[in-house]
């Protein structure tokens, strides 16, 4: 049962324009979300977070959107660069940010020059 | 920012070896850590959490004399993987927070295990 989807396993998106990367979650218990980069052989980095009790946080390029009443967190980063594909990893937690995450499957971004 | 070093980086042995894989936190002090294992293509699944100083809580269906882990520090966690067998192989990766605040895990570069 996974409580974590991110139903897109890859993106394309040209540089300089708009990235969105989606997560859908189930367990209603989440109160902490996060987005996490990793590329190749490396652990993954973290991004960007929200509580559930915002609805946004922005962090210089990056953007998270959290709509609860849909269970939908997303990620966006404009603009988006070359050095920004990789692989785009949303986690939720019960409890803030100290506890276990429950990652989703990942989503390869491709930004092409 | 916080850093975690995780060694080896990559490991290559035979069946029946035991593995033990160091993660720390660099500059700060980790009261819990997390060791995840990731298969190819797929997310990240935790595997267990330890904190300082007492015993690790594991996720169902990892075994616990085959994994075996110690926090004996708050810098420092221990995986070690016994009697390494083949179906073993993968890559795991720890992570760390500290105890202040709402602060994020952060990461470790992760250990590529290959059993031959």
């Known amino acids: 049962d996974q409580q974590v989807k991110q139903n897109s396993p890859s993106l394309s998106v040209q540089e300089g324009r708009i990235s969105i990367l989606n997560c859908d979650y189930t367990?209603?218990?989440?109160?902490?979300f996060l987005w996490y980069k990793k590329y190749p052989a490396e652990g993954p980095t973290f991004l960007i977070s929200?509580?559930?009790?915002?609805d946004k946080n922005e962090d210089g390029r990056f953007t998270v959107f959290l709509n609860k009443s849909a269970k939908h967190l997303s990620l966006h980063i404009v603009p988006s660069q070359p050095g920004d594909s990789a692989v785009y990893f949303c986690?939720?937690?019960?409890?803030?940010?100290?506890?276990?995450?429950?990652f989703g499957s990942g989503t390869q971004l491709t930004v092409l020059p | 920012g916080a850093v975690v070093s995780q060694h080896p980086s990559w490991v290559i042995c035979k069946s029946g070896t035991s593995v033990k894989i160091e993660c720390r936190s660099l500059d700060f002090q980790a009261t819990t850590m997390f060791w995840y294992r990731q298969f190819p293509k797929q997310s990240l699944m935790l595997m267990a959490t330890?904190?300082?100083?007492?015993?690790?809580?594991?996720e169902q269906g990892v075994e616990k004399d085959k994994f075996l882990i110690n926090h004996a520090s708050l810098t420092l966690s221990t995986l070690t993987v016994t009697s390494a067998h083949p179906e073993d192989s993968s890559f795991y990766i720890c992570s760390a927070r500290g105890w202040t605040g709402d602060q994020p895990q952060h990461f470790g570069d992760g250990t590529r295990l290959s059993i031959l």
């Open positions: 367990n209603s218990m989440f109160d902490y």
């Open positions: 330890s904190n300082e100083g007492s015993k690790a809580t594991y």
């Open positions: 929200i509580s559930s009790i915002k």
């Open positions: 986690a939720a937690s019960v409890g803030g940010s100290a506890r276990q995450l429950t």
